[in-house]
T-cell receptor, first 116, second 110 residues
Framework: GAVVSQHPSWVICKSGTSVKIECRSL??????MFWYRQFPKQSLMLMATSNEGSKATYEQGVEKDKFLINHASLTLSTLTVTSAHPEDSSFYIC????????????FGNGTRLTVT | QKEVEQNSGPLSVPEGAIASLNCTYSDRVSQSFFWYRQYSGKSPELIMSIYSNGDKEDGRFTAQLNKASQYVSLLIRDSQPSDSATYLCAVGAGSYQLTFGKGTKLSVIP
């Protein structure tokens, strides 16, 4: 089945530093990947759509200069949280499809970011 | 604005009972429907997909779709404490994105 691998699974960083999260599709090619954020006891929130070879599409209210997305290959998308602050502490999850637009999204295991 | 509505719960059922989770959606051209299970602190995992009206069964899970009523449900038979989680309904309408509901928290009481 479709496997999406996300790394790291957790990270602790100091305020002001940057953190990179990787999302890989292991057994399929993904021209489009999605990045979500989830705060404790809240629902999934789509942050951005990552498109291979082109700029990401950000949801309203998400700062594109703070959350840098790079989708340089058909199997890898990265999310970099720049100049992280404690309020960026959250659970970040990527997802992708391995077939057409009617197929389900498969999620990575998520990255728990804690900014101290 | 595409919307997917779920009762937030919590829905409590005794062990061995049937849990019934419901979802309504606003976009009439929706074509694909999914149920995900999310344990606390974990990412969502796909448990059911359904595309046509009617029922689809997979083990203890049955998904039901009624496009005329814009309604999709998930039944869990013989509920187990390990089924305690938040269940997310997701709907696709032919674009790359899925629209997610906010989830229903299910608690199965031993």
């Amino acid at each position: 089945g479709a496997v999406v691998s996300q790394h790291p699974s957790w990270v602790i960083c100091k305020s002001g530093t940057s953190v990179k999260i990787e999302c890989r599709s292991l057994d399929f090619q993904a021209t489009t990947m999605f990045w979500y954020r989830q705060f404790p006891k809240q629902s999934l929130m789509l942050m951005a759509t990552s498109n291979e070879g082109s700029k990401a599409t950000y949801e309203q209210g998400v700062e594109k200069d703070k959350f840098l997305i790079n989708h340089a290959s058909l199997t890898l998308s990265t999310l970099t949280v720049t100049s992280a602050h404690p309020e960026d502490s959250s659970f970040y999850i990527c997802s992708a499809r391995n077939r057409g637009t009617d197929s389900p999204l498969h999620f990575g295991n998520g990255t728990r970011l804690t900014v101290t | 604005q595409k919307e997917v509505e779920q009762n937030s719960g919590p829905l409590s059922v005794p062990e061995g009972a049937i849990a019934s989770l419901n979802c309504t959606y606003s976009d009439r051209v929706s074509q694909s429907f999914f149920w995900y299970r999310q344990y606390s602190g974990k990412s969502p995992e796909l448990i059911m997909s359904i595309y046509s009206n009617g029922d689809k069964e997979d083990g203890r899970f049955t998904a039901q779709l009624n496009k005329a009523s814009q309604y999709v449900s998930l039944l869990i038979r013989d509920s187990q404490p390990s089924d305690s989680a938040t269940y997310l309904c997701a709907v696709g309408a032919g674009s790359y994105q899925l629209t997610f509901g906010k989830g229903t928290k299910l608690s199965v009481i031993p």
